[in-house]
Structures are given as structure tokens and as C-alpha cells.
């Protein structure tokens, strides 16, 4: 295999290579669109059963609400139409018929809709047109429902996973009888998605509030959880919107509270999307190719038999197939790759590229020694031991792993996290290294629209801590109550 | 609450309702689209949890490939083009934009496709022209791989969970080196849903294979599951087809083999749809509305408590609360409705039209005389127990109603199976009673098309099994090989 090209030289380059080498996406013919291939849907059907688990424990449910939404659905929110009437894929005829030369198709001019529908881009509108015939009282709120699908925005530059035209992702869309509960929900899954975020997949992250400028269209709060890449560049990972009232109100949804008196619904929304890859592949990835977190890994351990014989093949792997059931006794992921079609140095390189976190080979000689050798994945570090030791050997990398990657991942995160007074600094780090730039920004658009277009720089969050030191702006001077952070952002 | 109109009066309307009022689905605002609700969802993703684990354990993997498939694609596979061309949401544009009243949105004429999209019908065509570039030789084979998706056909008349222009489903799609693992493939699949249909949905089926007439639009085979539903009416469950070299040579996928001859693929496709879940609804259920089989329940035992005072609810609730604990130990999925917003009758309503297989009661004399009453929704039997012998007796009762439903079902099934020889009788039947008729077919397509068109009956399929008793046509008095299964057909 020819290596990947290093991150140093070009990060696009290796990231888009590294995509698809390790079997986890590729581009599909239509344009912007993906094909999520097995290893890459294996990580993302982990991610669903973690994410899907903490929503059912927080009380919710799932549901699924049509694909199609008609086109004057969008103009009912002003601020919602603004951020999506760009970028749909726009459904206007039901039938195709064959062409006049008998072999292509066309489509049927006479099977043209009456209205347009919308493949939806997100689903507010479609499930609040719904919760309108579903809500007439406080006793049928709150609804605290979710739906995994499948969304479409028209984007012009795509990468895989990063931003395609399609994608997949789970939209959350509750439904309160008070602002408090509301604003309390949208929290509770802001800190449910950074909980997963940083111990599953051990990512290190900034949430905090969006500015007006970067919110939902709809919303009158977004939070979101923001990570690192490597480069230096942001990646928004999850948000949570606190919509208020407004959906309601667009769709006319109220219901009549405790004292009797009518009034309307307060709702949210939240989502995480196939982003997530990418994120996980830029913040723990090296030059030889991905490396996964042992707690969503789909093959946590590799077993690779080393032999020349026939013999020596049936009793290594016999070795081999008995130590692999003593691993899934202890829940361990496990794969034992006996193909006699490829060498154990082409597996060796392969299982490095897909990121797997453990690597068992076996010998003749570790058959007679009673040894195995295992490497990990993160450190490249590689021991012999008493075959006796392999479960509590695994065991203790499998965690270690998990900890060190996220350590590691942590230091180049506060390493980058910095804090930026003056305009030129701020400039020169944009430019240059990127990351985190703490800095004051006097709450204005205007500054926020002027650093945006000289730096390419963005406000990721108004962070969600207690450091309210107050400043002056970077740009304007203006007085500041407190940092913001800064970065260029995929 | 109002009653469900009743079967005999009414199957269609009766069925209708009872999706609704079970909380299962409800038309949505865009015309034959569904919602599919909370608890109708939770059922579904129960199927999808076995069906997937069954999928997995034979081998198969999960990936994801685009929503929409360019419209030339459609027209590389005659058979294909001919069957779902008709039926396609078709997407010609991909942007909105504010109309000159500044208020609603119009499709912008400047985001004209080149090449239209169609929303997937299905998903042969964008995934054997991806294959071509994961398969160079045998050592690439087989690929089996499966996706969980929507997709959407055009449908005139639509009916809930039966025939909805967006379903939800399932879809394998293999490539194999030889034949005879292609076809070994697709009878897997047919067995493996046969298995699962049978053993957790409780459904009685014929398995065979489908006539040239009403094969998949692109198979060499087609075998299908049928049940049949309380109505006499027929309900094709689940398709697997053998797809020959048929799509390979339409996108020109090709593998060198074992010999180093270049061969094209061999390959199978087979589904399952939200369609499932109308057939799970029209079998079992009663005019007091759904009947659950234990296996697939989302509540398998439901405790509704009773009471006067504060006092008596606070006693009754902590030992149903102790008890419900105990059940989920032993794995029974188990809702304590502690609503004070609701009397218990209206209680018992809810859940017996939402098929709850058992109902537990508990009130103040039950304490003192440390008894329960249970309730089973399949026979409406009410026992009261001692309160010891509650775990036994769900546990007993969860099984035996599982058995009882299958049983109850398998008996209607073989009373309207019938043999049928003569073409009078044939059309007494099916405009009568309906059911599986058994009838000779001299195996052309003309009388098969003319027996539908005076009947509207179709031939569900040529069955699998041993009973090769030959005789003559109905129709055309033609001999005949074997019976084949007539029946109209949703």
C-alpha cells in the first residue's frame, strides 16, 4: 500500500484519502452525496445505540415524519425560511415515462405537482404542523420525541461527512407547557451530547452559546459543543436550540395550561449528524491512518496468525480461535483474520489504517514459548507476554487507550486554546497555527460580520463558564464583558 | 371513549381507526405520506432489532448509499425501468427563493438540474454502479450488505403502514461469484424472514415463488412470504430475489474468478417494509383494537393502579412500584401508569386498543388480602392470584399467549386455505369469503391476467413446497403441474 499523504503536508489531502483507505466513506456519483461503506456505518451504528440509549433514559421517544414537506411550509417561520430556502432539493414532478427513442426516460410534464415539496433539510416545520393536532392541553405535554432519518441541503462544497448534500443524523423536537422546562430541556441535551462526546468517542470540546448571527434560523438560543482538529480549525460537533415560542406561534399550536388559560407551546430542538466522523477522524488520527476509541471501535482487538505450514496455520489459529472466545466472554470486540489471501504484513498495515486498537499476532514460536505479542494502535508500543496474561493485558490497554487518546487529544486542545488581545496576534494565529483564540468581541454583528471577512475567523461560542472577566474588544476597543471564542471552522 | 367500528361491519374502516387510535400512525399534511407514532415506532424498531441481529449473525453488514439516483441510471436495466418508472418523486431543482410579495417562497428557474434525481424507489441501480468499483476479483466476493432506509414510490391510493408514498424499510443487496450462492442467498433470506415473521410476529405464512407476472421488476426469481388477513384477503410480507447477472450486466460489474476468467456478478436483493407492521395489525387484532404478540410488544405488562384516597394511591403505587422492579429482573418489559390525570377505565380502554398482552390491577383490598388481578388481552381471561405468584404467572401467561395468538391465527389461515377445482366455485369465493385458494394454472400469463381481470384475484405465488399433484386449469381447463395460491391482495 502506498502511505497516505502526512498531515503536516497536506491535511485535506490526508483526510480525504484517509476516508476512504480505511473503508469508512466514499463520494457517490451524484454530486455531494456520500456512500457510507461498512466500517464507516459500523462506527456510526455505535454512536446511534450510545446516542439512542441516553435518550430513552432521559424519558424520550422516536418517531418518523414524512421526507416531503410542502414548500409553503417554509415561509410560515420568517427566521427559518431565511436559513434554508437556499439550499433544498426541490421535488416538482411524480412520473417519469419513457423517451421517444424507447430506451431513455423522461420526465412527464403531465405529472406535475401541484405544489412543490421539499426534501427536507430539517423537520421543525412538518412535526409542529402535527404537534398542532396533538397538543390541546397541559396533560398532553411535554412531547419529547426524536427521529434518526435522513436530511438533504444543497451545498456546493462538500467533503465526506464534513458537509454533503446529504447526510444522516437524529433530530430531536420537544414540546413544553413552560419557558423553564423548555430552556431546561435544551440544556439537559447540550450536556447529554458533550457527555457522550467526550467519553465515548474522547473528544475534548467548548460548549457554549451561538451569537445571533450564528444561530438556528428559528431558534432564540443555540448551544452548541464545539472540538479542535488538528489543523487548528473548529468543528461544530452538536447543537441544541431553544426555539421559544416561535414554531408555535408559525403553526398556530396552543394548548391550555393549568389555570385554564390558552396559550402557546415552547418547544426545542437538538441534533447530532454522520459530522461526528469526521470530527473523529481529525482529532485522533495519525499519518499511518485512523485511530478509534476503544468504546466505539467495532473490532477492538485483531487477531493476526503468523504462520509458513499448513501445520503451523491450523494450530495457531486453533490457539488463536480459543483466546478469541476468552475475549467475548469479557465482552471484547474480536475479529480473527485467518485469510490465507493475504500476508500478515498487508493485514498489519490494514487493521493500522482502520484504527483498530489492539493487534494480536501469533507464531510457531510464541506456540512453543507460551507468548503472544500485542501492539497498540495509539503508541505503536508493542510487548510479548505469557499467553496467560492476554484478557487482563486487553482489558487494561483497552482502557488505557481510551484515557490516553483523550489526554492526548486534551493537551493539543489546551496547547491551542489561547488567549488573544490585540488584533494583529489574532490575525497572525488565524492565519497560522489557528485554534481556540479567546478573545473580548463587543457583542455587535457589525465587529463580529467585519473579523468574519478579514480572517475568515467566526464566533464558535459564548462559552458556558464562569470566566466573566471583562476587556475590550479585539476590533472595535468597545468595552467586553467577557471572552468569546474565535476560530476558522469547517 | 367511542367504539371502533367493528369487522364485520366495516374491515377497512375498522382497521383505519384502530391505527390511529392505538397511537400507531396518522396521514400526514402531505398527501400518502404517514407519521409514524411513538408507539407504533417502538414496535417497529423491535422488528428492526431482530430482523438486523438475524442479518448480522449470517453475515451481513449495514452501510448507507444516496437518496437520490440520477434518472439515467433507471433506464440501464430494462426489466427495472419498466416497473418503477412510473411511480417516481422526481427531484428537478435545488433552491427556493423569496417571492416578489416577500412573504412565500417560489422554486428559483436558475437552480435547474442538469440530470434529474429521482428519490429512491429502491436501491439496485445506485448500488450495483458502486459495486463496480468495489469488485475486481473473487477475492472481493461476497459482499453482502444490507441498509436500513426511506424510500418513496408514487402511489395513487394509499392506505396507512399498507401502501404509503414514503415507507420505511429494509434492503439487502448481494453480489456473489457463482450462481448457486446467489441462489442459495436469496432462499437464506426468504428463511430467515420466514423464521422471524413466524416465530415473533406470531403470522402464519405460505412461502413461494413469484409468477413472471408479479416478479420483482428486475429478478430472475422472486420468493415471497404471504399471509393472509382476517378479511380473506391476502398480505405479501416479504420479498427475496435472485437477480441472475441481470443488474451486473446492466452496470457492467465484472470479477475475475478462481480460473482467472473475467465473469460478471451474481447477485440478490430482498426486503421487508414498515408494510409489516399493517399485517402484524390486520391478523391479530380484535374490534376492541390491537392484539400484541409478547415477543414484540413495547409493553408486554401494563399496572394500572386503584384507589380513593392520597393514602390508598401511595400504597397501592409503592407495591406495584416493588413489583413492576421484580418483573424487570426477570426481563418483562413492564409500564407502571401512575397518571393522576386518569381514571383507571379509561385506562384499561387505552391499553386493551394498544394490545397490552397483560393488564395488572391493584387496589386496596388487594393489599390487605396480599392478591393481584391480571388480565389477558387475547382472551380477555381475568384472574386474581396470590400476590407470590405474579412472577410466574406473567411469565406463563406472556408464553402462553404468544402460542395462543399463532395457534388462533395458524387456524384461520388452514380453514381458508382451500382447494378449489372449478372456476364457478373459484368466483363465488373470492368475491365471498376470500382466503388462499388453491387452484391448478396452466402457467401462462394470459390466463393469470384474464382470471385477475374478471376476479381481481392474483396468484401470491407457486408454493414451495412437495405437493406436486398435477390436474387441470380453472380457467383454461389446460393441464396443470401443481396448484398454485390465488388470492386478491392488498
Known sequence: ???????????????????????????????????????????????????????????????????????????????????FAKECAVVTHYRLKMAEDGRSVVVDPAAKLEEELIVRPTSETVIWSTYKNWIQSYRDLPILLNQWCNVVRWEMRTRLFLRTTEFLWQEGHTAHATQAEAEAEALQMLHLYERIVTDYMAIPLIKGTKTLNERFAGAETTYTIEALMQDGKALQVGTAHYLGQRFAKAFEVTFTNQSGIRDYVWGTSWGITTRL??????????????????????????????????????????????????????????????????????????????????????????????TVELARRDTKEKVTIPMDHLTQQVTDWLEAIQTHIYQRALSVHQARTLLVDDYPTFKKLVAGTGGFLMAHWDGTTETEEKIKAETKATIRCIPLDDNEEPGYCIYSGKPSKRRVVFAQAY
Open 1 to 83: 500500500m502506498t502511505p497516505l499523504p502526512t498531515r503536516a503536508s497536506n491535511f485535506s489531502a490526508w483526510y480525504n484519502e484517509l476516508v476512504v483507505r480505511a473503508g469508512l466513506a466514499e463520494n457517490a456519483s451524484v454530486r455531494g452525496c456520500m456512500v457510507i461503506k461498512p466500517y464507516g456505518y459500523a462506527i456510526w451504528e455505535k454512536l446511534q445505540a450510545i446516542f439512542d440509549a441516553a435518550f430513552k433514559e432521559t424519558g424520550h421517544v422516536n418517531g418518523y415524519f414524512p421526507l416531503l414537506i410542502p414548500k409553503s411550509y417554509f415561509s410560515k417561520e420568517a427566521g427559518h425560511v431565511e436559513g
Open 277 to 370: 466522523m469526521g470530527a473523529l477522524i481529525m482529532i485522533h488520527s495519525d499519518d499511518d491512518g485512523l485511530v478509534l476509541p476503544p468504546k466505539i471501535a467495532p473490532i477492538q482487538v485483531v487477531m493476526v496468525p503468523i504462520y509458513k505450514t499448513e501445520a503451523e496455520r491450523a494450530a495457531v489459529v486453533a490457539q488463536l480461535s480459543s483466546c478469541k472466545a476468552l475475549l467475548i466472554a469479557q465482552g471484547v470486540r474480536v475479529q480473527l483474520d485467518d485469510r490465507a489471501t493475504r500476508k500478515p504484513g498487508y493485514k498489519f498495515a490494514e487493521y493500522e489504517q482502520k484504527g483498530v486498537p489492539i493487534r494480536i499476532a501469533l507464531g510457531p514460536n510464541d506456540l512453543q514459548n507460551k
